[in-house]
């Protein structure tokens, strides 16, 4: 699976912006798919998932302000983030788990810069 992001960017405390992920494939072959952030010095951590069930999943500090969504016909998934915070600026990646024949796969796209000025 081929994961290319884009809509990273530059914005100011209290705006939005929305992150897409186009996967190379159906998405309904696709278990989960979800966006994980990496802040300078700190570890990879889980922003928002969802599955190929609609079942969504996201960390405490953005509950309320970011929304995760498909557009199975684009084979898409979106990060809207809102009422963003100094503390979301990060590097944010687009993740796919696949469970197959061989196993349980994890694919990245090559992230996406966001940087919230205060």
Not at 81 to 86: A, F, G, Q, R, V
Request: with cysteine; aromatic share 10%; net charge positive.
């Amino acid at each position: 699976v081929q994961l290319v992001e884009s809509g990273g960017g530059l914005v100011q405390a209290g705006g939005s912006l929305r992150l897409s992920c186009a996967a190379s494939q159906s998405i309904f072959s696709i278990n989960t798919m979800g966006w994980y952030r990496q802040a300078p010095g700190k570890q990879r951590e889980l922003v928002a998932a969802i599955t190929n069930g609609g079942s969504t999943n996201y960390a405490d500090s953005v509950k309320g302000r970011f929304t995760i969504s498909t557009d199975n016909a684009k084979n898409t998934v979106y990060l809207q983030m809102n009422s963003l915070k100094p503390e979301d600026t990060a590097v944010y990646y687009c993740h796919a788990g696949v469970n197959d024949r061989t196993g349980w796969n994890n694919y990245w796209g090559q992230g996406t810069q966001v940087t919230v000025s205060s």
